[in-house]
């Protein structure tokens, strides 16, 4: 079946900074789009930012461009999130999420997230 599992979470000083891995197995990753959200305390679910199939064209929310940057290897079945410039307010669970581009581009799975949180 679809899996995703994310790491690289951890805690880290204002400042910092953080990698992501989301890694893919049970369907044909290099054939779909793949996001970054994530959910913060007391917050609900944000979009960070999305990745084409092939990884030539991303976008993100305006709170994280700048500082976030997605990309993927396909011959690895991985996705990354490269975190810059950590804030307090990024501390959060992240989710990486498959894209169904026959729904709308709906998150069909989601991997079980994996936590930074950014403290001095």
């Known amino acids: 079946q679809v899996q995703l599992v994310e790491s690289g979470g951890g805690l880290v000083q204002p400042g910092g900074s953080l990698r992501f891995s989301c890694s893919a197995s049970?369907?044909?990753?290099?054939?779909?789009?793949m996001s970054w959200v994530c959910r913060a305390p007391g917050k609900g679910l944000e979009w960070i930012g999305d990745?084409?199939?092939?990884?030539?064209?991303?976008n993100y929310a305006d709170s994280k461009k700048g500082r976030f940057a997605i990309s993927r290897d396909n011959a690895k079945n991985t996705l990354y999130l490269q975190m810059n410039s950590l804030k307090s307010e990024d501390t959060a669970l992240y989710y990486c999420?498959?894209?169904?581009?026959?729904?709308?581009?709906?998150?069909?799975?989601w991997g079980q997230g994996t936590q930074v949180t950014v403290s001095s």
């Open positions: 049970g369907f044909s990753f290099s054939t779909y789009y």
């Open positions: 999420a498959r894209r169904d581009a026959n729904y709308n581009y709906a998150m069909d799975s």
């Open positions: 990745i084409d199939s092939g990884g030539g064209s991303t």
